[in-house]
């Protein structure tokens, strides 16, 4: 249930040691996210019934699942966005604390997130979309902001819409003017909540192609998806959620090649017909 | 007895015209700005301010102007503090003003999709940040015409502090009515002089949506 207090005392002496917002130190071995029996639930309705996972430095997972199996609930635990009732969740080594403002925003400055609507800032061109979280948050000066946004949007290949408003851009240039804003803050996680749910098809490609030169990059990626091909070329472990647990997890050549569970197989081959 | 022509009713009119304008400006900025303050406390304090201003709210759309004004000419005189017809109007087409506009634009702010939060939150964004560069600007968009058809309402509102004996348009029609018995005349310049100063303000509004129909389909 609960994750025992093993080593909550070092954890207080840590933040009082360090600076709340000090980026965190890679230490190899260390799981950047670390969850620990975690439980939600909305009402009397529990939708996440105890995960405990630990994502490494530079991995990338998939989360696959019917809709309703708590996968982008669990997703949006880890920046708190959904508040969790039970067990503990640390990212670089800082658990993440609900009441305190301070926490949250160092912990959100070390996990971006992109989401399914884009939600880009409409009344703010690309560009202020960009700049305006490092220029608050980071305190960068205009200039500054401005010439990381520049490199981003290139990043992405938009160099030439920094002046654009949203609306002028399709779908797929949103979302991924949505990505070079969330590396803006420089994250070491990035969550992806179905990204590509809401863009027709032919959009589908630029978009992912960006997520994949991210991880070749190293950059660490929770992905809910239901892109099983991406999924399969692209994730080091994929993990299938049923009625909100970790139902299976493993490479993708043997979630996807040997499930091991009816519900992973009935799941996969419903995503045949 | 004075005989008054039609150039007597109208420049007298004119003149009392100006302190309608006035009580109206008065009620729309300081209503405005008492709005504005009870709209972020709303936002951003718990549940029970939410309460405590939704019953701000109920009792002012709940009972009418008129009474509030006699509560404020009255009621403050009572609790032994004098106040002239001018404060007592003020105050209160200010609170009633209020009461209109934190819900107008509470509902503009609630009209930003959820989303719009949550990414100004999930980029580390504080409270007072999301709010100030993601969400009330959109929201002022949104609150632009609503929020000066209201004006229309409180520019009429402006009338019943003619019953405090305030020297507004309606008030100055009523003495020169009595005094010329020419009552239908006196009112019919009334209704032209408000009609004159609330038409173009409802022809503003209603560009104003239209052209922020335009912008967001």
Redesign the interface.
Known sequence: MAAPPDDAVDHMIDHVIEPVAAPALPVPGVPIVRITALRKSYGTNEVLKGIDLDVMRGEVIALIGKSGSGKSTLLRCINGLEQFQDGSLRVADKPLLHDSAMAMRALRQQVGMIFQSFNLFPHLSVGRNVMLAPTLVKKRSDRDAADQARALLARVGLAEKFDAMPDQLSGGQQQRVAIARALAMEPQVLLCDEITSALDPELVGEVLRVVESLAEEGMTLLMVTHEMNFARKVADRVIFMHQGRVHEIGPPAEVFGAPKTPELRQFLKSLDD | MIEFTLWDILRNLALALRWTVALSLIAFIGGGLVGGLLLCLRIGLGRKTQRLIGAYVALFQGSPLLIQLFLAYFGLSLLGVEVSAWTAASLALTLYTSAYLVEIWRGCVEAV?K??W??????????G?QLR??IL??AA?LAIAPTVGFLVQVIKGTALASVIGFVELTKAGGMIANASFKPFLVFGCVALFYFALCFPVSLAAQHLERKQHGRTT
Do not use: C, N
Request: glycine content about 6%; overall charge neutral; aromatic content about 6%.
């Open positions: 999709p989303g719009q949550e990414a100004a939150r999930s980029l580390a964004m504080s409270f940040e560069h993601v600007p959109q968009r």
